[in-house]
Each structure stands twice: as structure tokens, then as C-alpha cells.
């Protein structure tokens, strides 16, 4: 496996972990510390909407991992640059065949602290679960947003999501997990 490859499916792994810890929050009401009107202006990312099906793109996309009713692929020709910011990779996340989230990766502490400027000026200052890490979440009424770096290397990862399909995608997980560990007990 190549290096890029390698760092491409920790990142994708990163966000999927980031999406699992932060889970209990989504039973949360929206932030009212976030200006969560902004948030829920996103319709999507780079002219697609959430909820758009899998077949209006499918000829610019490259699958990166399957998980079943999950898909992560890559645009064959994303745009590597948001604002100040160069991003190593863009992932497009699908659920049951619907665009639901991107994810957004740097690879290092200069792009991850742009990354994250930006993300602040867009949505607001972020609620931060522990505050000696440099992770944010945004909630929003329709939409989410996360942002994590990772102090060791200064990669980063944000994910900007629809909550209802991410939602549905968490339950999903979770019925998944139940499966796999009654399969181990048997």
C-alpha cells in the first residue's frame, strides 16, 4: 500500500472515529452559541447538494473503501485549494447511494491551522470537548461540522455533514456493530 494511500484510509478512519465520539452530542439541541442559521445555509460541498444520489456523479468519482451501504470516494479532479488552505485529499461520503458529508484533509500544521480559520470564520467559534485538544464541532439544526488535528503530525481532518443522513448512517453503524458482535459470541 502506498504511503498516500495509507495516510488517505487513517484520515478516512480519523473522521469515522471523530463522527463516533462526538455521536452522543448529536442527541443535543442545536449550539446556541453557533450561528447555526450559517451552518444550515450549506446545501453541500462544490455544487453538490446533500441528499443528490450517487448516479449524478458517478463518472468523476474513484471509490476509496466500501463498507456496505457507506461509500467513500475521491473526485477524479478535486480542488486541492480553499482559500489559504492546501488540502493532501477531498472524500465524498455516501450513504444508501446519497451524498451526505466531505471530508476535508490536510497534511500539515500551517494548512490544518488555515483549515481551521476557516472553518471558524464560516460557522463561529465551535464547541471544543476537551480543551487541551484542537478539536471543534458545529451543530446545527440541518447540518454538522468537525474539525480535529492531529498534534503529532499536524494533519487535520474536518467533516461537513447533513444530520439527518448522518444520523441515518449512525444507526446504521450501530445495528452493524450489534451484528458483528453476536457473530463473535456464537
Known amino acids: 500500500m502506498s504511503l498516500n494511500v495509507a495516510g488517505l ?3 478516512s478512519l480519523l473522521v469515522l472515529t471523530l463522527s463516533l465520539c462526538v455521536s452522543p452530542l448529536f442527541a443535543l439541541e442545536a449550539d446556541p ?3 447555526s442559521t450559517t451552518l444550515d445555509k450549506v446545501t453541500g460541498y ?5 441528499g443528490s444520489p450517487y448516479e ?6 474513484t471509490l476509496e473503501q466500501d463498507r456496505g451501504s457507506l461509500k467513500i470516494y475521491r473526485p477524479k479532479n478535486p480542488t486541492l485549494l480553499l482559500g489559504p488552505a ?3 485529499t477531498v472524500l465524498y461520503y455516501y450513504f444508501d447511494g446519497k451524498f451526505y458529508g466531505v471530508a476535508l484533509h490536510t497534511n500539515d500544521g500551517q494548512d490544518s491551522m488555515m483549515l481551521e480559520s476557516i472553518l471558524k470564520k464560516a460557522f463561529g467559534k465551535g464547541g471544543q470537548g476537551n480543551p487541551s485538544q484542537p478539536s471543534f464541532v458545529w ?10 488535528v ?5 494533519d487535520s481532518s474536518a467533516f461537513i455533514f447533513d444530520r439527518e443522513l448522518h444520523d441515518a448512517y449512525l444507526s446504521y453503524e450501530a445495528k ?5 458482535s453476536k457473530q463473535l459470541i456464537q
Open 56 to 61: 449524478q456523479l458517478k463518472d468523476n468519482l
Open 33 to 35: 452559541e453557533i450561528d
Open 86 to 88: 492546501i488540502l493532501e
Open 176 to 180: 452493524s456493530i450489534d451484528a458483528a
Open 150 to 154: 492531529n498534534t503529532s503530525t499536524g
Open 9 to 11: 484510509l487513517r484520515n
Open 139 to 148: 451543530l446545527g439544526k440541518k447540518n454538522g461540522a468537525l474539525f480535529d
Open 46 to 50: 462544490a455544487g453538490i447538494k446533500f
